[in-house]
């Protein structure tokens, strides 16, 4: 390899630059934020820790450096699905890539090898645990190497979500390869997971490179539960038709009903979860990443290095388990920075859920308390009043002004209330009725209801019997609800679904402290429309030809869609409606190699439209 591209998409004498690499093999004018930094430490032979945010460009910041760096750049990756995306992708770009893990039958692993070998690859993808394997860790001393990419690299955390032990062991890289450059990426990473990282993967130090977290392009709403299921419909029907998406369930059993009554509404829509076994779930993986249009209902086991950049939606029926999880699963939406949605609903059994698996744990008591902060943040956000942006972003630690301009709350500013009074009512009525009993008695008793069970448990004489019929059930659910999400309520730890007065209610009900809720109001039917959104007219004349195009082109090909070009790309195209191959050159996302292969019929589509 010679470090000046040796591949079909530039000749040698002008790809000697990062930016020369960008626009000939990439199709891209500039760099996003901080990847022309990132490049140029990692060219330079430095090592490098990558935070930056799913859909931002964290594989250009390796693969830009493997073409200018001589030998081969190993990329470690956990999904196969991501490397067989990514490595698509770079052929299509004209880049010598390949994947080389456990999917490979004997003579695609041969011949791989025979290419890695004899210095024929740019880049090749493997698995830790293949990576790791004394053989494969053997020949790479004989040949080489460019850098070591380790992507998705909170996996090394045993705090984490995504926690994979093989990640701990690549370690071994620098001991082995220590002249070999490392760079590291994650989409999320706290402060401890970032030390984690450093101190597991470079110790030998490394540069620290932060990129903005916020995906401007992706509208935040949270909302309340109320028939979940035709709640996820009517937002589909109004605002995604015939558009991918993913919607996030807490159960196999969940995703698999909520994936049949779509499709009994005339949806295309597929279950993912780990319970299929592995043959369906590669089939619905596959369609989801071919097809235009189709909905997967999956678990958190979906979705993880897919690289879909045409995801319009993410979808929560249920609460996820933390603000790392909502983050990477909203993520996945608008990868391609055109609009996208990350929608959520949930309501008062989803925080007694979720706080009873952590009351449940049997972790150690240091990882118990780090869950409960993870969860406490989630649960801020949710019934936050104000721009939904500073609540996600300083989980992150960064700073945002708020008024984003992009979310349900700056779009539809919900309305407050001095809830003190309210909240200190439901305080002691818990207390009072011996912290045993749900949401439900509680409420009965705070109305005055004389139930037969209030009567047979005496309940009518306590003090606090009546003294909440100023209020309706409605709000009483809703104050509830917000003081479980405080911590000032907590669930029974022994699972019998009664309340009990939180660690940090006790100022509150001395009156030391005061309490403003969120007013809880119906989900608007009809969509506010922000400023910061970019639209495609995907009713614009020529839309649905190019996309047609698209699709005969990837079927001929047998990858998905968006390898051939992007929804982004299309829409450039369409808005330019370049003449020749000159000027669609110009179209951002349009590289050499496939201005070559797809110039002429995407100038014939177009000359089609007259």
Not at 175 to 184: D, E, G, L, S, T
Not at 322 to 343: F, K
Not at 429 to 450: K, N, P, S, W
Not at 501 to 523: N, Q, S, W
Request: with cysteine; net charge negative.
């Amino acid at each position: 390899m010679s470090g000046t591209l040796t591949t079909q998409a530039a000749d040698a004498g002008s790809a000697d630059h990062p930016g020369a690499i960008l626009r000939q093999v990439f199709g891209y004018e500039h760099f996003r934020g901080r990847q022309g930094d990132i490049i140029e430490a990692v060219n330079a032979g430095r090592n490098a820790l990558v935070l930056m945010p799913t859909g931002g460009g964290k594989s250009l910041c390796y693969q830009i450096p493997a073409l200018l760096r001589p030998g081969t750049a190993v990329v470690v990756s956990p999904l196969i699905a991501l490397m067989r995306d990514q490595v698509e992708a770079l052929r299509h770009n004209g880049v010598a890539a390949a994947v080389l893990n456990s999917s490979l039958d004997a003579a695609t692993r041969f011949e791989t090898e025979r290419r890695l070998l004899a210095g024929e690859l740019d880049l090749v993808y493997m698995a830790p645990e293949s990576l790791l394997r004394e053989s494969t860790l053997s020949w790479l001393e004989r040949i080489e190497l460019a850098l070591f990419a380790i992507d998705e690299a909170h996996c090394v955390s045993q705090w984490g979500h995504d926690f994979r032990p093989e990640y701990l062991q690549l370690a071994e890289l620098a001991k082995r390869f220590p002249q070999v450059p490392r760079i590291a990426l994650t989409a999320t990473a706290d402060e401890r997971t970032r030390q984690e990282i450093r101190a597991r993967l470079l110790a030998d130090g490394c540069e620290l490179f932060i990129d903005s977290f916020d995906r401007p392009n992706i509208r935040y709403r949270v909302g309340l539960k109320n028939n979940a299921r035709q709640q996820l419909l009517d937002f589909i029907q109004r605002e995604h038709p015939d558009h991918s998406g993913i919607v996030y369930c807490f159960s196999r059993k969940r995703c698999e009903e909520t994936a049949a009554w779509l499709h009994g509404q005339g949806l295309k829509a597929l279950p993912y979860h780990a319970g299929l076994d592995a043959a369906t779930r590669q089939l619905h993986q596959d369609r989801f990443i071919r097809e235009d249009g189709l909905i997967i209902c999956a678990t958190i086991a979906f979705g993880m290095g897919i690289d879909k950049p045409d995801v319009r939606f993410v979808a929560h029926l249920d609460l996820p388990k933390s603000m790392e999880s909502y983050y990477q699963e909203t993520g996945r939406a608008g990868r391609d920075g055109l609009p996208a949605d990350a929608w959520m609903v949930y309501g008062l059994s989803d925080i007694l859920q979720i706080r009873q698996l952590l009351a449940n744990s049997t972790a150690p008591q240091s990882q118990q308390r780090l869950e409960r902060e993870r969860l406490e943040a989630l649960l801020t956000y949710c019934e936050a009043a104000s721009c939904r942006r500073p609540a996600l972003l300083n989980y992150f630690d960064e700073d945002h002004p708020g008024q984003c301009g992009n979310c349900d709350n700056c779009l539809n500013p919900p309305e407050t209330w001095d809830a003190t009074e309210a909240a200190r009512k439901v305080l002691s009525c818990v207390y009072r009725t011996g912290q045993r009993f749900g949401a439900g008695h509680v409420i009965d008793v705070l109305m005055g209801r004389e139930t037969d069970r209030i009567a047979n448990l005496g309940h009518a004489d306590l003090s606090t019997f009546g003294i909440g019929q100023d209020l309706d059930k409605k709000t009483w659910h809703s104050v509830i609800r917000q003081l479980l999400a405080h911590g000032h309520l907590q669930p029974d730890p022994e699972g019998h679904g009664g309340l009990q007065l939180g660690p940090d209610c006790r100022c509150l009900l001395r009156g030391e402290t005061t309490l403003t809720l969120r007013r809880d109001v119906a989900v608007p039917r009809k969509r506010a429309r922000g400023s910061a959104r970019i639209e495609v007219d995907t009713s614009a004349p020529g839309w649905q030809a190019l996309r047609e195009w698209r699709l005969v082109t990837a079927q001929e090909e047998n990858v998905p869609p968006y390898v051939i070009f992007h929804d982004a790309t299309l829409a450039a195209i369409l808005d330019a409606r370049p003449d020749s191959l000159a000027e669609l050159a110009n179209i951002s996302g349009v590289g050499r190699h496939k201005l070559e292969k797809y110039g002429e019929a995407v100038l014939d589509v177009l000359a089609g439209l007259g």
